[in-house]
């Protein structure tokens, strides 16, 4: 078959990593990773890797499971494992509406991810606990408005869902914020840990280097687009002047929903309505 589901397995200090997506012809297409650690589950991967995911959550005895965002790369297989295991989903109470009512996405997501079946959420809050470990929650949007982080203290983890992704991006959806995400960036920095559990690039050192320098690249950014917005710069002429290179294959194949152009828009967009 041209399309294939494919999941690969690492462990990290204690908790099971599983990178799972889709292959065309053998080549996978951003792969997506979710957790497992003493019984909670952190994301859930894809639902057209559905049968893999189930499979391999049934023979790891979840008890739980919390989804970082409402996306349907992480929230995939929520209602079916929920459905097949009776496991608990929770999630940052402004999840609760979108994953009850479902929500539709573009034929690029299809492709790739394929849809979130609607699920009833329970709201987290403060923290959620395993019988070894203890989880703040914290609630980072920029990304997306119910965006959490989750951070074990005692072992300097940080499951960070979407807010790094890596130090340098090229592209925004259409309705991230940069500097909703500069100020989630500050909170977690603020916070000791080594392990950056990123679900599509997971740093197991210098994690907090690695968030210090998204951080930094972001304000910097930021600075400049203020700065050339309020000098009278159209979109355009800012991509150019803060080295942004333009993505029209991108935004052809989504529709317009991932577009380098929105790195420069969620700034001025904000400035504007000041
Ligand atoms: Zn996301
Ligand atoms: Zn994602």
């Known amino acids: 078959m041209f399309r294939k589901p494919y999941i690969k397995h690492r462990q990290a200090s204690?908790?099971?990593?599983?990178?799972?997506?889709?292959?065309?012809?053998?080549?996978?297409?951003?792969?997506?990773?979710?957790?497992?650690?003493?019984?909670?589950?952190?994301?859930?991967?894809?639902s057209l890797a559905q049968l893999a995911v189930s499979k391999t959550v049934k023979a790891l005895g979840v008890s739980k499971i919390i989804l970082t965002h409402t996306h349907e790369d992480h929230s995939g297989n929520a209602a079916i494992l929920k459905e097949q295991l009776g496991l608990p989903v929770y999630a940052h109470i402004l999840s609760m509406e979108i994953m009850a009512r479902g929500f539709d996405i573009l034929p690029y997501q299809k492709a790739m991810f394929g849809r979130a079946k609607p699920v009833s959420i329970r709201p987290v809050d403060g923290k959620i606990e395993t019988d070894q470990y203890s989880f703040e929650i914290i609630?980072?949007?920029?990304?997306?408005?119910?965006?959490?982080?989750?951070?074990?203290?005692?072992?300097?983890?940080?499951?960070?869902?979407?807010?790094?992704?890596?130090?340098?991006?090229?592209?925004?959806?259409?309705?991230?914020?940069?500097?909703?995400?500069?100020?989630?960036?500050?909170?977690?920095?603020?916070?000791?840990?080594?392990?950056?559990?990123?679900?599509?690039?997971?740093?197991?050192?210098?994690?907090?280097?690695?968030?210090?320098?998204?951080?930094?690249?972001?304000?910097?950014?930021?600075?400049?687009?203020?700065?050339?917005?309020?000098?009278?710069?159209?979109?355009?002429?800012?991509?150019k002047a803060v080295g942004i290179h333009k993505s029209l294959p991108i935004e052809l194949l989504t529709y317009k929903d991932v577009s380098a152009r929105y790195l420069v828009t969620s700034v001025t967009r904000e400035l504007t309505a000041v």
């Open 139 to 239: 609630h980072t949007p920029g990304h997306a408005q119910e965006h959490i982080a989750l951070y074990e203290r005692k072992q300097g983890w940080l499951f960070s869902g979407d807010l790094f992704v890596a130090e340098k991006i090229k592209y925004f959806r259409k309705h991230e914020s940069m500097s909703e995400q500069i100020k989630s960036l500050k909170k977690l920095v603020r916070l000791d840990f080594d392990y950056l559990f990123c679900n599509h690039n997971p740093q197991l050192k210098n994690g907090k280097v690695m968030l210090i320098r998204k951080m930094h690249y972001f304000e910097e950014l930021y600075g400049q687009i203020k700065d050339h917005h309020r000098k009278g710069l159209s979109t355009e002429e800012i991509m």
């Open 14 to 46: 204690h908790v099971n990593m599983y990178k799972v997506g889709v292959s065309y012809l053998g080549k996978p297409v951003k792969p997506v990773y979710f957790f497992e650690v003493d019984g909670l589950l952190i994301d859930t991967g894809p």
